[in-house]
């Protein structure tokens, strides 16, 4: 088969086509880059400094990076991620010294794990104590900011006239649940599934109204460019699903299914969703919803990719499935060849399968095991799969 360019293998692969090799991602978005001191280990044993004297992020609370050009060239990523900018009308306000308030009111507040390791995590639940009336006098974010899209059409436009690569969108107006509960409280939102349904709904509604707002924005201006758009949510542990399947489909299924179908009526992209965790048991209804593209496929969770595939392939395609969770971080080059040759023997025939890892690459990653799930990637990936 004639060499394909990065958009051409992508798009084979997203509609369950075989294109010259499966597809590789890193750094097309939150779950697929890389957290900032792995990416500062791994620029250092390239001898590359990036584009720029300062990093920057896809995403400020979880530290993850917006991976430089020139090392995503040299880890040969098919894919290139256009997200919106910064709001022009809002100003984070004063928060203490290692804390920071989002546009959503939430408040994050810095915690070390391990020495020179961190991550943000929720000091303040701007709705923990909040009531249904109060919804309405919440100061939410404006979704119409005219800088969350400021340029993002010329971007767009040059990445997909200029560049061959495929083109991830993020409008990060995306969020129901994982949203709802870091305004709320994790306990409290599991809860009002159960004792306060009203509330959850109204929340529900509320988040929904602004996300399309938002959502629909982002569409009108890389709608014609992009052929992925990102949503996400976590909506399960590593053992099983955060609530009910009847929960999910009472209470929060509806509202994906109104998210999904004003999507779908701004552009052609395929829908990509990521849900860390277990989501097997979900898997039918995102389908029924219109979900086209599942990830990160946590494997330490999910079990057999073979038997994922058999059930859902056909009308599901995987993205992820490198387990970051052991053999990323502990394993050999010689375990992580393994393990890509296991998920493309797996998930890979007939397309629908992009590798990549099961969410962002943690500090604890070697850079020589990344660089050897990219040569694994082109080592086994060349189609017709022939092992």
């Not at 993850?64 to 060239?73: L, Q, T, W, Y």
């Not at 609530?243 to 179908?261: A, E, M, N, Q, T």
């Not at 990653?365 to 990344?370: G, K, L, T």
Request: aromatic share 12%; net charge negative.
């Amino acid at each position: 088969m004639a060499e394909m360019t990065s958009r051409e293998r992508v798009i084979a692969a997203i509609n369950h086509r075989e294109p010259d090799r499966v597809p590789f991602d890193i750094g097309s978005g939150g779950s697929t880059s890389i957290v900032i001191e792995g990416y500062e280990n791994l620029k250092q044993y390239l001898g590359l400094q990036g584009e720029s004297g300062n990093t920057r992020f896809l995403s400020r609370a979880f530290r993850i990076v917006r991976i430089d050009e020139k090392v995503m060239r040299r880890l040969d990523s098919d894919c290139r991620p256009v997200t919106i900018k910064p709001p022009s009308s809002w100003t984070p306000p004063p928060s203490g010294p290692g804390t920071f308030t989002d546009i959503w009111g939430i408040t994050w507040k810095k915690v070390y794990y391990t020495a020179g390791c961190c991550y943000y995590e929720v000091l303040k639940y701007p709705l923990a104590g909040a009531t249904i009336d109060d919804l309405e006098s919440y100061p939410w974010p404006d979704p119409l900011d005219p800088g969350f899209t400021a340029g993002l059409a010329e971007e767009a436009r040059a990445l997909y006239e200029d560049t061959d690569y495929a083109i991830v969108g993020d409008g990060r107006f995306k969020s129901f649940w994982e949203l709802g509960y870091m305004m709320r409280g994790y306990d409290r939102f599991l809860m009002d599934l159960v004792i306060n349904p009203e509330f959850f709904s109204a929340l529900m509604s509320k988040l929904l109204e602004i996300n399309i707002a938002g959502t629909g924005c982002f569409l009108d201006a890389v709608g014609p460019y992009i052929q992925v758009f990102r949503t996400a949510d976590d909506m399960a542990t590593q053992k099983g699903l955060l609530f009910s399947p009847g929960i999910y489909r009472k209470l929060i299924k509806p509202v994906y299914k109104k998210y999904y179908d004003f999507i779908r009526s701004k552009t052609d992209a395929k829908i990509f969703f990521h849900s860390c965790g277990n989501v097997t048991d979900l898997l039918d209804d995102f389908i029924e919803n219109g979900l086209d593209i599942i990830n990160p496929v946590q494997v330490s969770a999910m079990g057999d990719t073979a038997e994922l595939k058999a059930r859902f392939g056909d009308r599901l395609v995987f993205w992820g499935g490198i387990d970051t969770q052991h053999v990323l971080p502990r394993g050999s080059v010689e375990d992580v060849e393994a393990e890509v040759r296991r998920r493309i023997q797996d998930l890979g025939p007939g397309g629908g399968y992009i590798v990549s890892a099961v969410h962002a690459i943690q500090p604890d990653v070697p850079p020589e095991n990344i660089l050897a799930m990219v040569d694994a990637t082109r080592k086994y990936g060349t189609y017709p799969l022939t092992y």
